[in-house]
């Protein structure tokens, strides 16, 4: 269980980032320049 737990933590951390990363490009997409 205790390897079981941090698994799903990091899947969870990644999910929020992909997910926050997202929203923020759509919102500030235009105030960027690459």
Do not use: A, G, H, T
């Amino acid at each position: 269980m205790s390897c079981i737990i941090p698994v799903m933590q990091v899947e969870f951390l990644i999910y929020d980032i992909d997910v926050l990363r997202s929203v923020f490009l759509k919102k500030y997409e235009n105030n960027l320049v690459f």
